[in-house]
């Protein structure tokens, strides 16, 4: 989806101060920028990034048009070794959110073409970015996905990917909360909500804030109906679930009576699967003067969406949790034999219903974030789910192939790592092999009591001191222990002295010291 990137765009709505008891709170980020931004005439204010992400350059677009504020700084990033590049978000768990990423490229990076890459959502592919065609046709892109916090955080996170040349980048984003009763007949556990397109029809403004206080766009959508129709203002749609906004009721497509209403809507091409459908209607004549209704049978694709919708100057809204759509998709409105006059339609929502890609167990994540804590230094892409997307993972993590994965393998060797380790690393208890030699680690080794799965350990080659924990005597699998170059004193454990078909290294002058 495209917005155009020159500022009249919000000129048309008018200044308004939104008082609403419930007021959403949304997160609006200016990506790379120094400063608040103030978008003409709504008064919203974007904030800078910096809050929520370490890593990228910021940029600001060297350009003589009169751009959007928010387009007209960026964040990319060019190191070509990490594996995605994340934002944090508080988030409350168990609520809603609509994710808005908006794109500008503007030639930032010299070049004449828009950089490829993907997006992520916690451990979710959320999709591919490619704002070519929009950049070539003069317009900023935005993505937009509906789901519900499962953690404290939401991350939303770019990648390369192998079409990716130059730098991936990210203009602004957007975090809004939304309202329980909103898009619930989707499973969120299970899945999220990609926009594939929020229109009105028969006008041709957008409706944005704080029209719509959740900050949805609706675009314009007119076909060749020629029906257009306008309705009587007033109406309140707080009962809807959607909280669509009343504007979006303000206008419809429409035909003669008795005529079938034919709208080829979305404009675009859909790929195969399932999709949440919520389609608006409004009955436009003043009430009470009329003793006719608009009843109708709605088809999808010639298929039965909803039979003898009945509807009134109150507004109506039929909803599908997941229909099947492919290709181009036909939304027919077929009057009622004894109707007097056509059937309408003024608004609709479409989304793919995207599976979510699972998240890596909570103990593990959370012991990983502990651990990158106690880093001075962690790898710049330990941020979002360590384990997926799997391509994504965490640099040096391997995990397992399981819904929620663990991590099985950690490598950091010779990474420059000082700080030290966290006695959570005691949590990974799918752990087979640690390998965190040749950095500057110091402190003591914490005790690994837990880490039953542990095949190898090394730790050489670091500043490690104290004691070598009893625990290492108990781990049943365990055949290689490093801890060579290191300052550790104490004697080695008995135990593990006496352990079978184990390799231990430790500094020779240690060896010394210990007496057998
Ligand atoms: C990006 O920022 C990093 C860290 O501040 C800096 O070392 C690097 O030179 C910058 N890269 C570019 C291409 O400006
Ligand atoms: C990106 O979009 C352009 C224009 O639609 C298309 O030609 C190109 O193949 C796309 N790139 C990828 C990697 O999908
Ligand atoms: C990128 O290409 C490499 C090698 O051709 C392949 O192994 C890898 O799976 C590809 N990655 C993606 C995300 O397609
Ligand atoms: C959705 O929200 C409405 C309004 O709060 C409620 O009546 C309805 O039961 C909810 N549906 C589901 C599936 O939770
Ligand atoms: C449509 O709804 C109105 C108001 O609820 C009702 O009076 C009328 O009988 C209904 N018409 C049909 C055909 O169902
Ligand atoms: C993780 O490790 C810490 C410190 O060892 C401990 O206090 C905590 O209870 C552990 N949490 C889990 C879920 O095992
Ligand atoms: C540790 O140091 C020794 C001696 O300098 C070296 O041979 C070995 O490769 C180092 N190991 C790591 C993992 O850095």
């Not at 309140?236 to 079938?260: H, R, V, Y």
């Not at 049978?297 to 909803?306: I, K, P, R």
């Not at 350990?457 to 055949?479: Q, R």
Request: net charge negative; glycine share 6%.
């Amino acid at each position: 989806m495209y917005l155009s990137i020159f500022l009249p765009w919000l000129l048309c709505i008018p200044l308004f101060v939104h008082s609403s008891p419930h007021e959403p709170t949304g997160l609006l980020i200016s990506c790379g920028s120094e400063t608040k931004q103030t978008v003409p005439d709504t008064g919203v204010t974007y904030i800078p990034d910096d809050g929520f992400t370490l890593v990228g350059n910021k940029t600001a677009l060297q350009t003589k048009d009169k751009l959007l504020p928010i387009l007209t700084t960026l964040r990319y990033f060019p190191d070509t070794a990490a594996r995605k590049y994340c934002y944090t978000f508080q988030a409350i768990k168990g609520s809603k959110y609509l994710v808005r990423t908006i794109y500008y490229y503007g030639g930032f990076d010299s070049g004449n073409e828009p950089p490829v890459f993907d997006q992520i959502i916690g451990g979710t592919k959320w999709s591919l970015v490619n704002t070519t065609e929009d950049y070539a046709n003069g317009l900023s892109s935005y993505y937009e996905i509906i789901l519900v916090a499962s953690i404290k955080t939401l991350s939303v996170c770019v990648a390369r990917n192998n079409h990716t040349v130059s730098s991936p980048f990210i203009s602004a984003i957007e975090v809004i909360s939304l309202e329980d009763s909103m898009y619930n007949s989707t499973d969120f556990g299970a899945h999220a909500l990609v926009t594939v397109a929020r229109s009105r029809f028969g006008h041709e403004d957008t409706i944005s804030f704080p029209e719509d206080p959740y900050y949805r766009l609706w675009q314009p959508f007119k076909d060749d109906n020629e029906g257009v129709v306008s309705s009587q203002p007033s109406l309140s749609t707080s009962d809807f679930w959607n909280k669509p906004p009343p504007e979006a009721f303000a206008t419809g497509l429409t035909t003669s009576a008795g005529k079938k209403l034919d709208v080829k809507w979305p404009p675009v091409p859909l790929p195969s699967t399932r999709y949440y459908i919520s389609l608006y209607f409004r009955d436009n004549r003043p009430p009470k003067t009329t003793s006719t209704w608009r009843v109708f049978n709605v088809a999808v694709n010639g298929e039965t969406f909803y039979n003898n919708l009945n509807v009134t100057t109150d507004g109506v809204t039929v909803y599908a949790a997941e229909w099947p759509l492919s290709g181009h998709t036909l939304i027919s409105l077929t009057p009622d034999a004894k109707s007097s006059i056509g059937p309408l339609i003024n608004a609709g929502e479409i989304y793919q219903v995207m599976p979510l890609g699972g998240q890596t167990l909570m103990q593990d994540a959370i012991a990983m974030e502990e651990v990158s804590r106690s880093f001075d230094n962690p790898p710049s892409d330990w941020t979002g789910d360590p384990c997926l997307p799997h391509e994504n993972s965490w640099t040096g993590v391997t995990c397992s192939n399981e819904k929620m994965p663990r991590v099985s393998s950690l490598d950091l060797s010779n990474f420059g790592i000082s700080g030290v380790l966290d006695a959570n690393i005691n949590n990974l208890t799918a752990l087979h092999h640690l390998w965190l030699g040749g950095n500057k680690l110091s402190g003591s080794i914490p005790e690994m009591y837990s880490l039953t799965q542990l095949e190898t350990l090394h730790l050489e080659n670091n500043s490690f001191s104290g004691p070598v924990p009893k625990s290492f005597a108990t781990l049943k699998g365990v055949h290689e222990i490093f801890l060579q170059g290191n300052k550790l004193d104490g004697p080695i454990p008995r135990r593990l002295q006496e352990k079978k078909g184990i390799t231990i290294r430790v500094s020779p002058k240690y060896h010394l010291s210990v007496r057998w």
